[in-house]
Each structure stands twice: as structure tokens, then as C-alpha cells.
């Protein structure tokens, strides 16, 4: 499910950046979307399921999962979303230092949602440890750019392009970084960040 929507965010970011896509890539887009949904209604059945069962230790991984499989499929939701704004905000970006930073933000995801797999799957606290760091810095960056976009004299179709795509990229940012922080703090702490724990000290 986490390979899909690293694809998603791949394929939507290119997109987002210029590329045109064929209507084959579109719809190979939307049905990556379809199967996200699905897994995820199937895994949260097949947690229900379990839940139900006689053995009661289990509860609390079943409990994260069922919260990182929904961060999962917002990932995926907002990588659709980024592909559709060349749709109804088309612009030519300036070149300029606004979008130089809205692209060094855009190359942070990309490298996080890259790594988001391996280092969840091997419980690699250092690296999550690292990007966690890295992506609250792209979060805050996004915040300001926001604002400087806003004092900006682009026109409104220039404005609303940065401005959506700055907002997709820090919703993808945060998904992705609840999903390291379950690597990263015990269960009644997750999509929270310990300072303790994220200097290396909890």
C-alpha cells in the first residue's frame, strides 16, 4: 500500500512540475487511488476481525496500524489531488526564488517518501529520526513560503498554483512523518513529536 502511494506522489509531482501526462498515465493514476481505498477498507476489516478474537495483546498494534493505514491512504489522496492542479490553475511558473524554494521543498517529499518505507519496515530509529528533523523544517518552510507568496504581486493564477501545491506537499510532509513516528514514540504519542526523543535523549 506504501509502494503505491510513493508511486502516487512520484508520478503526481512530475506532473504538478510540468509533465503532461498521457490519458493512460492519468487513469493508471486514478486506479492507484482505487486500489489504495481498497486496501485500506480491507485491512481495517481484517483488524476489526481480529480485534473480535479471544486474544487481547494485540490491541495496541492493531490500533497503530489502523492509524497509519489512514495516513497512508491521505498520502495517496493528496497525490491525486497535486496531479489535478495543472487542470484548474494552469500558469507558467516564474523563475524565481519562491518557486526555487517550492521546489526544494517538492525534492523533500520526494526523498522521504522514497525512504518512508525502508525505514519503517526496518525500524530504523536514527534515519526517522533524521527525517523527522528534516520534515519538520520543510513543514515550517512551507508556512512561510505561504506567506511570502501572499505579498507577492504573481498573478492570481500564479497564486493559487504555489499556494495549493505548498499546501499538498506539507499535508504529504506530515502524513509521511506520522508514519515515522511510530518508529519513533510509543503508541499514546503518535503524530506527536517528543524533542526528548528526537535529540536522540528519550
Request: net charge neutral; aromatic share 6%; glycine share 4%.
Amino acid at each position: 500500500m506504501l509502494e503505491l502511494t510513493q508511486e502516487m506522489v512520484l508520478e503526481s509531482s512530475a506532473v504538478y512540475w510540468g509533465k503532461k501526462p498521457t490519458p493512460e498515465e492519468r487513469t493508471a493514476l486514478y486506479e492507484k487511488d482505487v486500489q489504495v481505498n481498497k486496501l485500506e477498507r480491507r485491512i481495517r476489516k481484517a483488524v476489526v476481525a481480529h480485534m473480535t478474537g479471544p486474544v487481547r495483546r494485540d490491541v495496541p498494534y492493531a490500533l497503530l496500524l489502523m492509524s497509519l493505514v489512514k495516513d497512508v491512504e491521505r498520502l495517496g489522496d493528496y497525490a491525486k489531488n497535486l496531479s489535478e492542479v495543472p487542470g484548474f490553475a494552469p500558469c507558467e511558473l516564474p523563475d524565481d526564488a519562491l518557486v526555487g524554494e517550492l521546489r526544494e521543498v517538492a525534492r523533500a517529499v520526494v526523498v522521504l517518501v522514497k525512504e518512508a518505507a525502508r525505514v519503517y519496515s526496518e525500524s530504523d530509529v536514527d534515519r526517522a529520526r533524521e527525517l523527522t528533523v528534516e520534515g519538520r523544517g520543510v513543514t515550517k518552510r512551507c508556512d512561510q513560503l505561504i506567506r511570502d507568496v501572499a505579498k507577492s504581486d504573481y498573478p492570481a493564477a500564479t497564486v493559487v498554483y504555489i499556494t495549493i501545491g505548498t499546501r499538498f506537499y506539507k499535508r504529504m510532509e506530515s502524513h509521511l512523518l506520522n508514519l515515522l513516528s511510530s518508529v519513533l514514540m510509543p503508541l499514546h504519542k503518535l503524530d506527536y513529536y517528543d524533542e526528548k526523543a528526537l535529540s536522540g535523549e528519550g
